[in-house]
Nanobody, 127 residues
């Protein structure tokens, strides 16, 4: 079992920055591929970014490419999402997800690929 807990959400003005974090426990963090997803009210959950277990591979949704950066600190069992140049359309609940990764460069981009999920943290961008 893997437990995930997000933190760092809040309210920020458009154009501002925010960093959300995800703390993992229960299994060796260096064996997990990780992803960030978000869900806005009335919308489907959507992929934001993902990172392989060693951090060598990252993927981003087109809507956040160049503005968001996913990173991880394996000794600290922590995942991060740095969000810059935030827009009102980035408002959503942001959740981290984990998958036990058999391959070192695996970084899935679909929700169905992940086994473990956090509860999420609200990010609100005001215009």
């Amino acid at each position: 079992q893997v437990q995930l807990e997000e933190s760092g959400g809040g309210v920020v003005q458009a154009g501002g920055s925010l960093r959300v974090s995800c703390a993992a426990s229960g299994r060796p963090f260096s064996g997990l591929a990780m992803g960030w997803f978000r869900q806005a009210p009335g919308k489907e959950r959507e992929f934001v970014a993902s990172i392989s277990r060693g951090g060598d591979t990252t993927y981003y949704a087109a809507s956040v490419e160049g503005r968001f950066t996913i990173s991880r600190n394996n000794p600290k069992n922590a995942l991060y999402l740095q969000m810059n140049s935030l827009k009102p359309e980035d408002t959503a609940v942001y959740s981290c997800a984990a998958k036990i990764a058999s391959l070192p460069l695996l970084a899935p981009t679909t929700p169905a690929s992940y086994t473990y999920w956090g509860q999420g943290t609200q990010v609100t961008v005001s215009s």
